[in-house]
């Protein structure tokens, strides 16, 4: 696995590095930097302080996506599904979590509430064009391509 280097900025003397989970690990680990704990209602959304900003280098991009874990037993992802951190911000990192539960949850101070994908982004012209090339697929939408 190639490794870059990122550098980042503690807002928070709290705040905890992003760590990997193992050695092969996509996404590195985001933790809730707050004085206490705070309970999400269900339904409800609450941003959660990291305390960190971070250099994304030029040509990449960090994808904000939920902790599996959190999300299927808990039901606590970011609202936004996949938050985007792009190259040139360098504001804190806050991560926007949803309760789709039934049941109230408590986010405590420390604990892992997402993981960052530091990722390649392809910048691209739109160009305008009276027609596109056709695919065995074309317009087909939703569901098109069957069910296996």
């Given at each position: 696995m190639q490794k870059q280097t990122l550098k980042f900025k503690k807002l928070d003397a709290r705040a905890t590095p992003p760590t990997y989970g193992s050695a092969f690990?996509?996404?590195?680990?985001?933790?809730?930097?707050m004085?206490?704990?705070v309970t999400i209602a269900p339904g409800q959304a609450q941003?959660?302080?990291t305390g960190l900003a971070m250099e994304i280098p030029v040509g990449y991009a960090g994808?904000?996506?939920?902790r599996s874990g959190l999300a299927t037993?808990?039901?606590?992802a970011p609202a936004n599904k996949v938050g985007v951190v792009d190259s040139d911000y360098r504001g804190e990192l806050m991560v926007c979590l949803y309760n789709q539960s039934s049941e109230a949850y408590t986010v405590s101070p420390g604990e892992r509430i997402a993981q960052i994908v530091i990722t390649p982004v392809l910048a691209?012209?739109?160009?305008?064009?009276?027609?596109l090339s056709d695919t065995a697929r074309g317009a087909g939408g939703f569901g098109s391509t069957g069910k296996r």
């Open positions: 690990s996509a996404g590195a680990d985001l933790y809730a930097c004085d206490e704990a941003f959660i302080h994808l904000v996506y939920a037993k808990k039901g606590i691209v012209e739109f160009v305008e064009a009276g027609e």
